[in-house]
């Protein structure tokens, strides 16, 4: 039997795609003390608007893995550029908290089309059983690739030009993903007879009955708080908390002068260690129970960020915290994508799978928003790190009693 290569038109097109739409959508915490400044803001107002645009993404998302499947790929992808290039555009020349924050609504609808919810669907249906989690694994990889480039190229257009016109830019970059759409076409899903004759709101009602998919969504919920807080806010955070850069240092010489650059390469280091990481967990996923390996990386995610806020923040302490939270970083995507495929099916993989990513984006928009809010009432970001200590813990445990394997077609899980 000939093997079915791992590298696909498809894959390479979805990777591009989610690489693009990542490395805009990881800087905008570099954007946070800018804007603030301009204006005049508290900190809470822009943390604001990039929690509404979790929020956003979250809801998002299960309408465009619908549109996706019940239209087209490529006219949910198209949607999602336009939602995405729009809200950059009018955001340049937004100058009221309001504003900003009703804008990145429409970029978090935008993030929704052109992200993870739309592509890994894609992906899966044109994967072979055998690729399929490694196939996830590289997608999701993209966008840590994205998040590399993502904030210390934010950094330095900030030096070379005002951040309109750096939002202006990325608009542009948002729209030229449009042209590798031609070379994205994925093949119907393969699917067994009764899935594909099981109309979208039978499998939304079967899997509302399932336990597994309640206790899925809860668990996805940590991961977005974790990840949105410290995209946000982490430059800042660094910027202001760090330790300064010893003269003559080997960070010093390597270019990094300042605590605000610091911040921008902890994001990009965060993104670098996590391309291991995930890939590491597509392999994992392919020979072990996914619901073992997401409980560990939760447990880990605990483990680093606790002892993390409890050292001294030095730029020893940074690095090291980017790398260990680098590596655990977006490793549930793909197991919780596959782990979704595995149980219902690939039939209606986009709609569950944005379902289930609606409660990350919960996740994140409590996330964004607390580490703004708190920071303003007491200064610092201490409660809100706990907070995700807490909800962390919480995921590993609830990933435990799930039942990995294929539910029936009739009903609940057999």
Not at 364 to 374: A, D, E, N, P
Request: net charge neutral; glycine share 12%.
């Amino acid at each position: 039997m000939t093997k079915t290569p791992l590298f696909t038109p498809v894959l390479i097109v979805g990777c591009v795609i989610i690489l693009v739409t990542f490395s805009v959508r990881a800087s905008f915490g570099v954007f946070q003390i800018p804007i603030a400044e301009e204006f005049g803001w508290p900190r809470s107002y822009f943390s604001l608007a990039i929690a509404l645009q979790n929020l956003a993404w979250g809801i998002g998302q299960p309408i465009f893995g619908a549109i996706a499947e019940k239209i087209g790929d490529r006219v949910a992808i198209i949607l999602g550029a336009l939602c995405y290039a729009a809200g950059l555009l009018l955001s340049s020349v937004a100058t009221t908290p309001e504003a900003h924050q009703m804008l990145e609504v429409l970029v978090g609808f935008g993030i929704a089309g052109t992200g993870f919810g739309v592509i890994l669907a894609v992906v899966g249906r044109a994967s072979s059983d055998e690729n399929r989690s490694m196939s996830l694994a590289i997608a999701t990889a993209a966008g840590s690739a994205g998040q590399i480039f993502g904030a210390p190229m934010a950094e330095w257009m900030l030096s070379h030009m005002p951040w309109q016109q750096v939002f202006v830019v990325f608009s542009v970059m948002i729209l030229a993903t449009l042209l590798l759409l031609p070379f994205m076409r994925a093949p119907a899903p393969m699917a067994s007879r009764t899935e594909l004759e099981e109309s979208l709101g039978g499998m939304l009602l079967r899997a509302a009955k399932d336990p597994s998919f309640a206790m899925i969504f809860l668990g996805f919920f940590s991961c977005g708080y974790q990840l949105a807080f410290i995209t946000a806010h982490f430059p800042a955070f660094v910027t202001e908390l760090c330790s300064p850069i010893a003269d003559g240092g080997m960070l010093y010489n390597l270019g990094i002068t300042s605590t605000s650059a610091l911040g921008a390469i902890a994001i990009s280091l965060i993104g670098l260690a996590n391309v291991a990481g995930t890939l590491t967990a597509g392999w994992l996923g392919q020979r072990y129970t996914k619901k073992y390996l997401l409980a560990g990386i939760y447990t880990l995610r605990t483990i680093v960020a606790g002892v993390f806020i409890l050292m001294p923040i030095t730029p020893g302490s940074v690095l090291l915290f980017s790398v260990l939270m680098g590596a655990l970083w977006l490793a549930t995507v793909p197991l919780t994508s596959g782990l979704i495929a595995h149980i219902y099916g690939l039939r209606y993989m986009g709609t569950l799978y944005g379902i289930v990513f609606l409660s990350h984006q919960i996740g994140g928009f409590f996330g964004v928003w607390l580490g703004g809010k708190m920071y303003d009432i007491y200064g610092d970001y201490t409660l809100v790190w706990w907070i995700g200590v807490g909800v962390g813990a919480f995921s590993a445990l609830i990933h435990l009693p799930i039942r990995e394997n294929r539910t029936g077609q009739a009903g609940l899980p057999a």
